[in-house]
């Protein structure tokens, strides 16, 4: 029995063991399938050629009330804030309430004493006309009743267009927008004149991105912007630029500059804003064709089936692709798929090609 069983272990270790070699050797024909056949390096190229993208200046900044998009309201007369109909942040249509006002006891007795003045000086007037009738007024008396009269009228139509003509007040809202500020509260007595809310318009917003001083000169009304929010949803809008400061934000100690956005934003959300301030012309090239090292950026162009090295020097770019400028054959294709392998002079062969396979 012992011959017996020490023939099987030896069969059992000689199967593990060609198991082991065979899969060594699937192992290692993977890895020479991945590297390149020979010493040369499998690329994809694209020919080189000529353009120009957009030069874009990069530039951050919120949503904010424009010059003319926001509109605070008051009375010309003092009073008391009887009742609050809105929040900061609340949407109102046009013409919504959005607070109720008292008249305080001195204006709604100037109103009621021009009111009086009005009705005496309207009875002063028929009376002198009836008196003139009967030839015991002169036409200088007539004259100056009516002066009276006129005057009694405009003076209670001045007063009425500020109070509003009533005792209570009730303040609505001059367009669609959004409530930006209430500095009242209910029960406040407020003077003549005091901020009682604030509505912005719906479309009365701009983004203000703050630009670097030395970059001023080169940002202008009506150049193209691309706006794209900061948020964890983020959203792109076209914009143009509309208005350019001529000094600086002394918080920020940057220039504002006000972008008009196409689209609906929320007021305080953060953008960042590409301002398309030229154009750039060159060698224009995918972003990947483009390395770097510590010589600067370079790319490899094909000479028959040898990668060359050529140096190049960025000059702009977007997302996708980088405009370089330097001695680039045009008739060479450039590689932009597998150049980090390749070093000056190294063989490479396009994606495609055939390679030699040997078959049992």
Known sequence: MKPLMRYTALCCATAGLCTVVLLARHASAAQDDARPTGSSVLVETRPATRGELPERLLAYGSAQPATNGAMTLSMAADGRVMRLRVTPGE?????QALLALHLSAAATSALV???????????EQARTARLLEQQL???DQK??????????????????????????QTITAPFDGVVDAVPVAPGERVAAGAALVTVTRRNGL????????ADVARVHPRQHVEVESLGVSPRRFPGTVIRVDHRLNPRTRLVDADIAVDGDVLQGEVFQARIEIGRIGGWVLPRGAVLEDNAGSYLFQLDGSKAVRVDVQRLG???ANVVVSGQLDPRRQVVV???????????????GSARTATRP
């Open 113 to 123: 004493q021009a009111r009086s003045a009005l009705r005496l000086a309207k009875e």
């Open 91 to 95: 949407a109102v249509r046009s013409g």
């Open 143 to 168: 004259a100056q009743a009516d002066k009276a009269a006129g005057d009694a009228q405009a003076a209670l139509q001045a007063l009425e267009r500020e109070t509003g003509g009533k005792a209570e």
């Open 206 to 213: 701009v983004v203000t991105v703050g630009i670097e001083p």
């Open 137 to 139: 007024a002169t036409r």
């Open 337 to 351: 798929v597998g150049n980090y392998q390749l070093e000056d002079g190294m063989s490479v062969r396009k994606a």
């Open 317 to 319: 770019g977007d997302d």
